[in-house]
């Protein structure tokens, strides 16, 4: 989302950093920002002054939280990242800044309710909760990147990244300012960078005083020693892949133990224990014995026989995230049950750690994050539980919402939140009563929660506790936002939100925005974006159609599914459908000025468009998007996503019927009937979906002689990460849509 300085009416005329403490500040310090709009219309300077709330904690006694902030710098082309820390036990209480310099402090935790520990420049520092008594723990040279203390505080584990030449060879040591890269097997690059090094967990002994860390040991142990595997796992696992058992005596861990072409074409990942005193490992998903099937790598994992009904009973998928229960006898994370597919329903498991037997929280939709509702207490005795009593807390998304819900130890799921929001994290408070959770919309960016569990979602009671944005939203008007359920061409109905302008006035009529979604299996939520952002778009004058099509979930796994094989199909005529909708039925949609945007997926379901649209569309927007599904096959880092997706490799003979449908609907095989403007946008170190996707559509729009724009970044990924970036993408796109469309 770029852009340079276009806007109807709407100019930010100052754009200040602010200090937001009596404390001192460096001069370079990016803080929060007391931005002051000429116009109550959003801005892409207005969104990128906003602050962003990541990690957060509640302190031992539920008292205090602390919780980490970004905030960015066009200027400076870079952001800071932050932690403050706030009364939970007052209304309208005022954060307190913690952090005093340019460096970044991220990862905060409480090791007690007076000391709170946090990384900064890639060590392991402690302080007060007023910043004071500031002390480096940890000594590395800087090579920490992320870390959690046992329950006892005695040790640590410590996420570093270490050499890896499995798959790139190391170059001869003579010759040092050699550039390139002797490739020998797949899994090369991942995300947006070359596989050169990878992290592994390490275990350090800690020295107490009073029960609390004072300094960390120089001498660590790899718990993945001479293994040659990731953990956590790329390119976004992070330190909620491992958890330590309550007594500290256990470490559970997530990896999947493949590289090269094997890791490439599998989701296959376990949870693991390791014992701390006799540095045993143990794999929870699989019995020792366990074989895995030899497997055609260029063939859809769903027809073979590693998900044959006998194999998932091994968590053959995904296995991720472990957390153990707070009596120590059983241990959770989310599973996925078929290999190959990055999609699948992400269930709850269960497991006895004293039998080995699993169960599964029978849900029907996926579990975003969960949480272990606390033991049941008499007096100081914990109690047998009931099968009334909550056993997990957990988040999932449906119809087009993620809430809060609670499984009991029957069983049974109850819903807690009922809300259009999406809730994005949730951790149990200490007082075992609450549940500290961070929730977003599509008109309000992320702030902290605390929520009291009830009965029934009318009982639950919602606290809101941090308002980092309040400052610059309260000189915001946003476009109303509406609900409709459109039917498809398959007699079925899909969700649809609709955002109006944010400047509406009844009678009037808009050009209008069919958002195109991306995945192709995530949801469009309620999901607050600092590039897809819906009220940007309604800043803009835009109408906002988004359909949650086929492929999405939220509707039940057979929604969800139907997209394997059929991209150019159904979820294309939802797409049509909910335009065809808006344009017939909303008065205030004009019908001769609409526009399809979107990403990834989404990039690639605007170059269908551009080719089956019979005149709907005046303008495209293509970000990331698939052009050419053959050579995506080969170029994409993640083989198992392309074989799944499309059945099996383009060159097999006969096809399969649902990889001959594919390649024969790439979007590159119907440019002969494009016929509309189109802007293409990419980033070179995208290597998901990699940047000649784009390049291929913009050459083929200007041969075709079509009016046709390249927006190419050299320094971003899948993603637009850089402010400076950020702001030429708004600035772009509102251009390209306004010049034809308005």
């Known amino acids: 989302m770029r852009k340079t300085l276009f806007l109807l009416t709407i100019v930010v005329t100052a754009l200040l950093l602010m200090p937001t403490t009596a404390q001192a500040q460096s001069d370079d310090m990016i803080g929060k920002q007391n931005i002051k709009l000429s116009s109550r219309m959003m801005t892409p300077e207005a969104l990128w002054a906003m602050g962003r709330i990541g990690a957060c904690q509640a302190s031992p006694d539920g008292r205090q939280i602390v919780y980490q902030v970004g905030y960015y710098s066009v200027k400076q082309n870079k952001s800071h990242q932050v932690l403050y820390v706030i009364d939970a036990t007052t209304k309208d209480a005022n954060p307190r800044l913690l952090t005093t310099s340019a460096k970044n402090e991220t990862d905060p935790v409480w090791l007690d309710n007076n000391t709170i520990a946090f990384i900064s420049a890639g060590e392991i520092w402690a302080m007060n909760t007023d910043g004071t008594n500031r002390r480096q723990l940890s000594k590395t040279d800087g090579q920490v990147e992320g870390f959690i203390f046992s329950p006892n505080h005695a040790k640590v584990i410590i996420l570093k990244s270490i050499p890896y030449h499995e798959v790139i060879k190391e170059n001869p040591k003579d010759l040092p300012k050699a550039t390139g890269r002797l490739v020998t097997d797949l899994m090369y690059r991942h995300w947006d960078h070359y596989v050169e090094s990878i992290q592994h967990p390490f275990l350090a002994d800690v020295t107490l005083y009073n029960g609390t860390p004072e300094t960390i040991s120089s001498e660590m142990t790899d718990i993945l020693d001479g293994e040659p595997y990731e953990c956590p796992m790329e390119p976004f696992g992070g330190i909620e892949q491992l958890a330590w058992s309550p007594d500290s005596k256990t470490i559970a861990y997530t990896c999947r133990k493949k590289t090269g072409l094997e890791y490439s074409i599998s989701t296959d990942s376990d949870i693991y224990l390791y014992n701390i005193s006799t540095r045993e490992t143990k794999n929870l998903c699989k019995p020792a014995n366990y074989v895995a099937p030899k497997v055609d790598p260029t063939v859809t994992l769903r027809i073979q026989s590693v998900n044959s009904p006998e194999n998932l009973k091994n968590n053959v998928g995904y296995d991720q995230n472990p957390q153990f229960s707070p009596d120590g006898r059983y241990i959770a994370w989310q599973s996925m049950e078929r290999d190959g597919y990055e999609a699948d329903l992400n269930r709850l498991c269960i497991c006895d750690l004293t039998t080995g037997e699993k169960r599964y929280v029978d849900w029907k939709s996926d579990v975003e994050a969960f949480c272990w509702a606390p033991i049941v207490m008499k007096g100081n005795k914990p109690v047998k539980a009931k099968s009334s009593d909550p056993q997990f807390y957990f988040l999932s998304v449906w119809h087009g919402c993620c809430n809060m819900y609670v499984a009991y130890h029957d069983g049974t799921v109850q819903q807690l939140t009922e809300t259009w929001d999406d809730w994005t994290g949730l951790q149990l408070a200490n007082d075992g009563k609450r549940i500290l959770a961070t929730r977003q919309s599509l008109s309000l960016p992320t702030d902290i929660y605390m929520v009291t569990p009830g009965k029934s979602t009318e009982k639950t009671q919602i606290e809101q506790i941090t308002f980092e944005n309040k400052h610059i939203l309260d000189q915001l008007t946003f476009g109303k936002m509406e609900q409709r359920w459109v039917k498809t061409t398959d007699g079925k109905e899909e969700l649809v939100w609709i955002m109006l302008p944010a400047n509406y006035e009844e009678g009037k009529k808009y050009p209008t925005l069919l958002f195109c979604e991306g995945g192709p299996q995530s949801p469009v939520s309620q999901f607050w974006s600092y590039r897809w952002n819906?009220?940007?778009?309604?800043?803009?004058?835009?109408?906002?159609?988004?359909?949650?099509?086929?492929?999405?979930?939220?509707?039940?796994?057979?929604?969800?599914?139907?997209?394997?094989?059929?991209?150019?199909?159904?979820?294309?005529?939802?797409?049509?459908?909910?335009?065809?909708?808006?344009?017939?039925?909303?008065?205030?949609?004009?019908?001769?000025?609409?526009?399809?945007?979107?990403?990834?997926?989404?990039?690639?379901?605007?170059?269908?468009?551009?080719?089956?649209?019979?005149?709907?569309?005046?303008?495209?927007?293509?970000?990331?998007?698939?052009?050419?599904?053959?050579a995506m096959y080969l170029e994409t880092e993640e083989n198992w996503f392309s074989n799944w997706e499309y059945d099996e490799a383009y060159w097999h003979r006969p096809q399969m019927p649902n990889a001959k449908k594919t390649y024969h609907d790439s979007p590159h095989k119907n440019v002969e009937k494009w016929d509309t403007p189109i802007l293409c946008i990419h980033g070179e170190k995208d290597y998901r979906i990699n940047y000649t996707q784009g390049m291929q559509a913009f050459n083929a729009a200007r041969m075709k002689g079509l009016p046709a724009e390249l927006l190419i970044f050299p320094d971003e990924n899948h993603w637009v990460l850089k402010p400076q970036n950020g702001i030429l993408w708004q600035r772009t796109f509102f251009e390209w849509l306004d010049r034809w469309l308005k």
């Open 534 to 630: 819906f009220q940007m778009m309604a800043a803009n004058g835009y109408v906002v159609i988004a359909p949650n099509r086929h492929g999405l979930p939220g509707f039940g796994q057979e929604w969800k599914e139907q997209i394997s094989g059929d991209w150019a199909g159904q979820c294309m005529q939802d797409y049509l459908s909910a335009i065809d909708y808006a344009a017939e039925n909303l008065p205030y949609v004009d019908r001769n000025r609409m526009g399809a945007v979107g990403a990834s997926f989404g990039g690639f379901s605007v170059y269908w468009l551009a080719g089956i649209h019979e005149k709907r569309f005046k303008a495209f927007i293509s970000h990331d998007g698939a052009f050419n599904l053959a």
